[in-house]
Every structure is written in structure tokens, then in C-alpha cells.
């Protein structure tokens, strides 16, 4: 009989644990590499969307997330593929990430998608991850820059541009938005002369420089990454005296970057993803309360593909992959109620009602019929040696 109630004790407990066992999330971002400055607020918005689900008491009766970080690089696919497979042999549910468009398609083509994985990138912009062959497992809250490179060359023109040279990240990133971009701004009248790729990683870029300087032009395009090549660009250009205006990329967006040039970029612009409707309002009041700046690229773009990993669970009912797949692209458009940042406990109340949501979120979530969104863009302009945001696009 002792030997019968002890069993039956330990069935209880391994039922117990099996029941209140955290929701296990991955999150893989570039921690090191040419944006490794953006990314511990990215990484902390959607670990706040995570919380605020989990201290909520509603998801799913009750249930927790727990996260665990991975390093995609930014730019090394084979690492970035390492890191997602540990995530997914660790039994995560789903992946908030990556972030950059090369790392993120080798990461949906050789580990999500083949294991059944949802990935949502706050981040990847690539026109090229439009037609990824996913299966419906890749989603993205940041749009593409099919639409962002038009976008940008709008906004040069408004700033009375009338010629610019332009460089890019020799990746899918850099060389997919350089070729919207520079179609578009010949579109308008706008003399571009040069087109140039450079690498990430080098110690000196004097040669790119150079050979910009020589095309010459009103103001430097530049495509990539604050952490890395183009911020050595932009010294360069400033210490050579080769350009004084620059037209920054989402990439090139960040406070590491005016921390770094200050007053010497006030002539500088440029466009990212964002809103600055009444879901922005409410995130940067939850991201404030949680200790994290909301103004820095893709903030927002995180809380929102982590708190739709969230409702797509509990509107299945299920913390598994498939019931995620499932149900994400019904909580991410009408009809249903609309959900905003700090009302997540809410959305999950309604789901297990029954009842509908549509998820508007910081940047106004609403999916395309591949499932990704169709976006705003702030337009960016540098005074007094700090990134402001003059007008939603």
C-alpha cells in the first residue's frame, strides 16, 4: 500500500510538472555584429510581450513563457543556422527573430521550416523573403523594402537631392533595397553616380571612400549597418571631407550613431519602419514602465511578433508549433476586437471566450496574404546630433 501511494505521489508531481512547465520561446537576434547595438532593446520589447502574457494569469489557464536568447550574427548564416538548431532541438515552440534578411532565410529554409517552427522577424526587410518558400511559417511585423526603398527615395527627393552616390551591404539586405532605391530616385529626376557593395568586418575602408569620393554627388546613400562598415564610411567621408550629407538606411538608424558623429550629421536623414499612431503612443508608455527605450529601430516590430506568438496560442488553445502556424494570421487581422500594447491579458480573455481579436499592436499589425506587414515608415532627420522623427510615411 506505501509502496502504491508513493507512485501515485510521483505520478502526480510528474503530471503536475508536465501541466505548469514554462512555454519554452527562442529569440535570436544579432547580438554581436554590425547591429549589436539595436538589438538588447529589440531582444527586451519582446521578452516584455512574453511577460506581460505570462503575469496576466490568462494564457492558456494559466500557463508561463520562458525564453532563452540566441546569437544570430547578423551576417554569418552557418552560425545564425547553428544557434536556431540548438533552439529548436531545446523544444522552443516558436522564434521571435531573426533579424537580418540574409541570416533569417537560412534559418526558415534549413531550420524552422523544415521542423515546423514559426519564426516572426521584427526586422528582415529583404523584397527576396516575399516569395520564400515556407509553408506558412515565416512571418514578418517589419515590411519589406520593396515598399522602404520607395519610401527613402521619396524622401530624398522632398530634401531637394539632386545627385548622391550610394553604397550597401554586399547581402540580401543591402543589395535588394539599393536596387529598389536606385531605380526609384532615378524615377525622380535624381543623378545617381555610383552604385557601389561593400563588406562587413573590414579594418579600413579607405578604397570605398575613395572611389565614392571620386563619382562624387549632393549627399552619400548609405545602406547597411551603424556598427560596422557604414559608420567607418560615414568617418571616412567626414575625415576626407568627401560628403557632409548622408541618406541613412534603417540599418544606419541608431543612437551609437549620433553618439558617434553628433552635429557632424545634422544634415543627414533618412526612413525606418514605424508608426507614431495610437498603438506607438501606448507602447512607449508599457516600454517605459519596463525599463526599455521604444524609440530605437524595430522596438515596437519585437513586442508585436512576440505578443502574436502569444494569441495565436491561445486561440487554438494549444502551446504547441502547429496550433501557433495555425492561428496567426487570424489574430493578426480583422475582424475582432482591437488589441494595443499593455492589453495583452485582455486579447487572451477574449480568445478563450471564444471571441476574435485583431491585433493592431505598436506599428498597426495587419498581414499580408503571405504574412507580412504592410507597414508605415517614420521619416528621420538628424538635429542637434540626435535622431528626430519629422513625419510618418
Not at 517589419?142 to 522602404?148: E, F, H, M, V
Not at 537631392?161 to 543591402?174: C, F, P, Q, R
Not at 491585433?359 to 528621420?380: I, M, N, P, Q, R
Amino acid at each position: 500500500m506505501k509502496k502504491l501511494t508513493i507512485a501515485a505521489l510521483i505520478s502526480m508531481m510528474s503530471f503536475s510538472s508536465n501541466v505548469f512547465a514554462d512555454i519554452k520561446m527562442g529569440i535570436i537576434l544579432g547580438f554581436t555584429g554590425p547591429i549589436e547595438t539595436l538589438t538588447p532593446a529589440m531582444a527586451a520589447s519582446a521578452e516584455l510581450a512574453f511577460k506581460e502574457a505570462s503575469d496576466s494569469g490568462s494564457l492558456l489557464g494559466g500557463e508561463t513563457i520562458s525564453t532563452e536568447r540566441a546569437d544570430s550574427t547578423c551576417v554569418d548564416s552557418a552560425a545564425a543556422t547553428t544557434a536556431a538548431e540548438g533552439l529548436v532541438s531545446g523544444g522552443v515552440v516558436a522564434i521571435m527573430g531573426a533579424d537580418c534578411s540574409g541570416v533569417t532565410g537560412a534559418i526558415a529554409t534549413n531550420v524552422a521550416v523544415p521542423n515546423g517552427v514559426v519564426m516572426i522577424s521584427p526586422s528582415a526587410t529583404s523584397p527576396g523573403l516575399t516569395d520564400l518558400n515556407d509553408n506558412g511559417y515565416f512571418f514578418r511585423t517589419a515590411p519589406s523594402d520593396a515598399r522602404g526603398g520607395q519610401v527613402l527615395a521619396d524622401i530624398t527627393k522632398d530634401r531637394k537631392v539632386k545627385s548622391l552616390a550610394v553604397t550597401h551591404t554586399n547581402n540580401d539586405y543591402g543589395k535588394g533595397l539599393a536596387d529598389v532605391y536606385v531605380a526609384a530616385v532615378k524615377a525622380h529626376g535624381i543623378n545617381v553616380t555610383a552604385v557601389t557593395a561593400h563588406e562587413e568586418g573590414k579594418a579600413d575602408y579607405g578604397a570605398e571612400v575613395a572611389t565614392l569620393a571620386a563619382a562624387g554627388g549632393d549627399a552619400l546613400a548609405v545602406l547597411g549597418y551603424l556598427d560596422q562598415a557604414g559608420g567607418s564610411i560615414i568617418q571616412g567621408s567626414l575625415d576626407s571631407g568627401a560628403f557632409d550629407r548622408f541618406v541613412l538606411s534603417d540599418g544606419m538608424i541608431g543612437d551609437s550613431l549620433t553618439d558617434r558623429f553628433g552635429k557632424d550629421l545634422n544634415k543627414s536623414f533618412g526612413s525606418l519602419p514605424g508608426s507614431t499612431g495610437k498603438g506607438a503612443g501606448k507602447f512607449a508608455d508599457v516600454a517605459k514602465a519596463g525599463g526599455i527605450d521604444s524609440s530605437g529601430p524595430y522596438t515596437g516590430e519585437s513586442y508585436d511578433a512576440a505578443a502574436l506568438i502569444t494569441l495565436a496560442m491561445q486561440a487554438g488553445g494549444k502551446a504547441d508549433r502547429a496550433t501557433i502556424q495555425a492561428n496567426v494570421m487570424d489574430v493578426a487581422n480583422a475582424p475582432g476586437t482591437k488589441i494595443y500594447p499593455g492589453e495583452l491579458g485582455k486579447a487572451l480573455d477574449l480568445l478563450a471566450k471564444g471571441k476574435k481579436v485583431n491585433y493592431e499592436g505598436a506599428t498597426g499589425v495587419e498581414f499580408t496574404d503571405v504574412g507580412e506587414a504592410f507597414g508605415s515608415f517614420l521619416e528621420k532627420e538628424i538635429k542637434g546630433g540626435k535622431f528626430k522623427t519629422k513625419k510618418q510615411r
